[in-house]
């Protein structure tokens, strides 16, 4: 029986995967995951990390990272169902843009742990800022200014590194690091982020960041998956020695460490580069063509989408696992909107439900539904436009408010993705079926709902699998990769309703050019 480990570190939690593949035997067999603020409660984390006393401040202790590890690990190695000798490659995935700095000990902290000690507290004397900044940290509008300035402008940034430079990206981070405490940034060896540092542990090396991870830091040239010297410079003095190389994803990196094996009887497994969440999810929901696209319905909702070429229209654009490009195009007016409508009618989700269902196409009203500001498209001036319509009225404002959040994703995503076949929903509202059925209508084509709670985690298996046969000289295709684990369930499937997609195909160019109108002008209702 051949199995494959796959991790995800997500903010709050660490989950793991093991999955069989034998034939046409393909399983979960292994679903496992920690929570930090509940299993780990002696870091104090809420909600996986600890705010700090600056505003915007957010990290987390790394040492809970490695603690997660080890923990998990054990897990995996006492259950009785799984022969750990039969794990033939680890792959795994973390938060982006999260970064741990290691001093010039850490190589030899390594090679002294004790496999009969905890892992964790031995890691004490490594770390040169005990501190990790996180993807929430919103601390360095400065330095992003500052390198965006360097290196000629936002558009130049992400044109260079797939990103313009992004508060919570690991490049300004570092330089703010560097500004503020210069002692410990030169006293730092290796900045790593969480994947990398969580693949290096269990190698006990130093391990590579992949590309896709890569991409989160304002730091790589996109094109060529490499350190880009410009941007190095334009964030802080001697940072390339400081940064370890970039391998591809489907690498073997090293084998699990005698820690590990010592500690709890593993054999010396193939452990493949890390990378970040984002990227993993895609190989865990199946989007490994540019003809699906994954939409999230989050606190802000996202698109995903896989394409051979970097898309201009996109957010950020970062490196998939398969080697192409993974864009996302990010709308902060998500779920925060969408609940702040509900409760000024106050509706609950029921009745919300039932409005949606009332008169789809608002009888041709539109809103442009930037409740806050927005980044898709940019919009300084936040306030919803209402057209044809004002406050008073429930209905109008609840559907003018959904309808059109899902036309400005099905615009957007179109333009980043020239034909889209099924949509993948995934976040909280996608449990809502009649958000659903807006969505299916509007972007014309079947959605599927996807419980992808552990998807990275998934992904993270799967790439072991690719990897595993890619380095015994048999490669399978990401098609076969993904079948048998990918497929959504019929009973998630929610199918346009044809009379209504024409009749959203109209109101898509109406709301298109509304929202070229209105996009530079103050609100107006
Ligand atoms: C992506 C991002 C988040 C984290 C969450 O740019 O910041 O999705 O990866 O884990």
Redesign the pocket.
């Given at each position: 029986m051949a199995l494959y480990l796959g991790l995800d570190c997500?903010?709050q939690s660490l989950t793991a995967i093991v999955i069989e593949i034998e034939g046409d035997t393909r399983r979960i067999v292994f679903n496992s995951s920690l929570n930090f603020d509940r299993d780990f409660s002696e870091y104090g984390t809420t909600g996986g990390v600890i705010r700090g006393t600056e505003d915007g401040e957010v990290y987390a202790p790394p040492a809970m990272w490695a603690d997660a590890l080890d923990r998990m690990l054990a897990r995996i190695a006492r259950k009785a169902e799984i022969d750990v000798e039969n794990i033939r490659a680890i792959a795994g995935s973390a938060?982006?843009?999260g970064s741990v700095y290691l001093n010039r000990r850490a190589a030899d902290v390594w090679r002294g742990v004790d496999p009969l000690q905890p892992l964790a507290p031995q890691l004490h004397g490594m770390f040169s800022r005990d501190r990790s900044p996180v993807?929430m940290d919103a601390t360095t509008a400065v330095q992003c200014r500052e390198i965006d300035a360097a290196l000629g402008g936002p558009d130049r940034t992400k044109a260079l590194t797939g990103s313009p430079a992004c508060e919570?990206f690991t490049g300004p981070q570092i330089r703010r690091f560097f500004q503020q405490q210069p002692d410990a940034y030169h006293a730092t060896a290796r900045v790593h982020l969480v994947s990398s540092f969580l693949a290096s542990l269990l190698t006990g090396g130093d391990a590579p960041i992949d590309p896709g991870d890569g991409s989160?830091m304002n730091l790589m040239d996109l094109a060529h998956n490499r350190w880009s010297p410009e941007a190095l410079d334009a964030t802080a003095p001697d940072l390339r020695r400081r940064l370890p190389p970039l391998a591809q994803t489907w690498e073997l990196v090293g084998r699990l460490a005698p820690y590990w094996q010592q500690r709890y009887t593993f054999p010396a497994t193939a452990v493949l580069a890390w990378t970040?969440?984002?990227p993993s999810s895609l190989i865990g929901t199946g989007v490994i063509h540019d003809r699906v696209v994954a939409v999230s319905l989050g606190t802000s909702d996202t698109v995903l989408a896989l394409t051979k070429e970097p898309a201009g229209q996109s957010s950020?654009v970062f490196r998939s696992p398969t080697g192409d490009f993974m864009n996302l195009v990010c709308f902060r007016n998500g779920s925060l909107a969408r609940e702040s409508m509900r409760m000024e009618y106050g509706l609950d989700w029921t009745a919300a439900s039932e409005l949606l269902r009332q008169s789809p196409g608002n009888d041709g009203w539109l809103m442009l539904p930037w409740l806050e500001i927005e980044s898709t498209p940019r919009i300084a001036h936040a306030g919803l436009r209402r057209f044809g319509f004002d406050r008073a009225d429930a209905g109008r404002n609840v559907r003018g408010l959904i309808e059109g959040q899902m036309m400005a994703i099905a615009n957007h995503a179109t333009a980043v993705s020239a034909r889209i076949d099924r949509v993948i929903a995934t976040g909280g509202a996608a449990v809502n079926r009649d958000i659903l059925q807006v969505m299916a209508n509007v972007f014309g084509v079947d959605v599927y709902r996807l419980d992808v709670e552990n998807s990275a985690a998934l992904g993270a298996a799967l790439r072991a699998y690719h990897a595993d046969r890619l380095a015994a000289g048999e490669p399978v295709s990401w098609k076969t990769v993904v079948s048998g684990f990918t497929e959504p369930q019929p009973g998630h499937r929610v199918a346009p309703n044809p009379k209504h997609v024409a009749m959203y195909a109209e109101l898509r160019r109406d709301y298109a050019i509304l929202e070229h109108l209105h996009k530079s002008r103050r609100p107006i209702c």
């Open positions: 997500s903010t938060q982006q843009h993807w919570r989160g970040g969440d984002n950020h």
